[in-house]
């Protein structure tokens, strides 16, 4: 899932019928029991990790360092609880609410390159909290995945064959040997 996700539209529904969507530019795995650096490794279950195990296709928002938001897909089953972090957007919809957000300051082109470039930096771009935990992105309103329209449908020129490079995860240093696998996918 975490390669299907590529390319697919993250839209955030504002009150007032006012949205702001991305492209998903970086994925990363998290593959449950097995994997250390998963927040279900060993059949952990905690009140903010039991959201990995509800059916695939619901939000895993949780919070960290006291200060930040990342956003997850729930991929698994009860069996297999696990997730796909979404780590990075290009946004295509939605930057007079970004500017808002931010005061009306202006972006200079590379601070609208990297204004979602990271897992907090686009759940702040997007207002993604934890209001959003738990919800089925199937049915929500307030925030679902969709197929790209427009100039974002088109074929993007690729690395090899699939259009994306798989690259070791980042930031999970404790987890050993499993910070080290290929589960961190970006487009080219």
């Known amino acids: 899932m975490a390669q299907q996700l590529l390319g697919k539209q993250l839209v955030r529904q504002l009150p007032g019928g006012l949205r702001i969507s991305g492209e998903i530019a970086e994925t990363e795995a ?47 089953d009860q069996s297999q609880p696990e997730a796909v972090l979404i780590r990075a957007l290009r946004i295509t919809e939605g930057w007079e609410q970004i500017l808002a957000s931010r005061g009306h300051e202006p972006l200079s082109p590379r601070q609208r390159e990297t204004v979602a470039s990271g897992p907090a930096k686009l759940c702040r771009a997007l207002s993604i909290d934890l209001s ?41 240093d404790y987890a050993g040997d499993a910070a080290l696998w290929p589960l961190r996918f970006v487009l080219a």
């Open 132 to 172: 959003l935990n738990r919800l089925d992105l199937t049915t929500s309103e307030q925030i679902f995945i969709e197929e790209p329209r427009g100039a974002e449908a088109l074929p993007k020129p690729g690395l090899g064959p699939l259009g994306f490079m798989a690259l070791p995860r980042v930031g999970i």
């Open 30 to 76: 998290y593959l449950g029991l097995e994997d250390p650096a998963c927040h279900s490794f060993s059949g952990k279950i905690t009140p903010r990790t039991s959201t990995l195990y509800l059916p695939a296709g619901h939000s895993y928002v949780y919070f960290v360092y006291g200060m930040h938001h990342c956003f997850n897909v729930v991929c698994g």
